[in-house]
C-alpha cells in the first residue's frame, strides 16, 4: 500500500500565494486522479480540487491543483490568501486495493 | 440542495454494537457510491468502507474488515455502518460522504467525496 506525505503545518501572509504538497511514496502520482479537501476548524470537509486540477462550483480560483511527476507529488495552490483560508486541508487518491487514501493533513495558517 | 445527515453515534462500552445511519437528501441516492470516513478528534482522516450503488461491491479498510458492515437502503435513501466488536481505537467522529459520480465504472469508482455529512461522533469507552 502506498502513503501520502503532506507537510504537518505552513504559514503564510494574506495576499500571498502558499503550495501545499502531498508525495505519493508508492506507485505514480499520476496514474490516479487526487483529490484535496479543505476541513475548518468544526466543521466537515469540502472538496476543493478533484481529477487533479478541477474545481468544482463554487470554489474560486484562487485555488488550483497541479502533478509533478518527477517527484511523484500533487500540489495544491491558494493565491490571494484570505484569512477564511485557514484550514486544514488533506490530499487524497486511491489505487487498486483501496478506494481511497488520505494524506495526513497540513494546517495552513494565514497569519 | 444535497445534504447527508448521520445518526447512531454514541457512547458504547469495548465489545459492543453500534449501527450508523447517514440519510440522504437532494439527489438521486440510488446512483451514488457511498463511503465512510472517520476521523480521531484532532488528527486526519481515514477512510473506512464504501459500497456501490446498487448495494454490492461492499469494500472495507483492514482495520475494520470482519468486524463493520457496509449496507444501505435505496427506498429509504439511507446509508448504514453496522460496527461490532468495537475497539476503543475506533472512537472517531464518523462522516460519511457522497463519491462523485463523474468516475464511475460498473466496477470501480475513482471520484472524491463531492459531499460530506456533519458527521456523528462514536466513543468506545467502559
Known amino acids: 500500500n502506498f502513503m501520502l506525505t503532506q507537510p504537518h503545518s505552513v504559514s503564510e501572509s494574506p495576499g500571498k500565494t502558499v503550495t501545499i504538497s502531498c508525495t505519493r511514496t508508492?506507485?505514480?502520482?499520476?496514474?490516479?486522479?487526487v483529490q484535496w479537501y479543505q476541513q475548518r476548524p468544526g466543521s466537515s470537509p469540502t472538496i476543493v480540487i478533484f481529477a487533479d486540477n478541477q474545481r468544482p462550483s463554487g470554489v474560486p480560483d484562487r485555488f488550483s491543483g497541479s502533478i509533478d511527476s518527477s517527484s511523484n507529488s500533487a500540489s495544491l495552490t491558494i493565491s490571494g490568501l484570505k484569512t477564511e483560508d485557514e484550514a486544514d486541508y488533506y490530499c487524497q487518491s486511491y489505487d487498486s486495493a483501496i478506494p481511497w487514501v488520505f494524506g495526513g493533513g497540513t494546517k495552513l495558517t494565514v497569519l | 440542495d444535497v445534504e447527508l445527515m448521520e445518526s447512531g453515534g454514541g457512547l458504547v462500552q469495548p465489545g459492543g454494537s453500534l449501527r450508523l445511519s447517514c440519510v440522504a437528501s437532494g439527489f438521486t441516492f440510488s446512483r451514488y457510491w457511498m463511503t465512510w470516513v472517520r476521523q480521531v478528534p484532532g488528527k486526519g482522516l481515514v477512510w473506512v468502507s464504501r459500497i456501490k450503488s446498487d448495494g454490492s461491491r461492499p469494500s472495507y479498510a483492514d482495520f475494520v474488515r470482519g468486524r463493520f458492515i457496509i449496507s444501505r437502503d435505496n427506498a429509504k435513501n439511507t446509508l448504514y455502518l453496522q460496527m461490532n466488536s468495537l475497539r476503543a481505537d475506533d472512537t472517531a467522529v464518523y462522516y460519511c460522504?457522497?463519491?462523485?459520480?463523474?468516475?464511475?465504472?460498473?466496477?470501480?469508482?475513482?471520484?472524491?467525496?463531492?459531499?460530506w455529512g456533519q458527521g456523528t461522533l462514536v466513543t468506545v469507552s467502559s
Open positions: 460522504a457522497r463519491v462523485s459520480i463523474d468516475y464511475c465504472s460498473s466496477t470501480s469508482c475513482v471520484g472524491g467525496g463531492d459531499f
Open positions: 508508492s506507485g505514480t502520482i499520476a496514474s490516479n486522479f
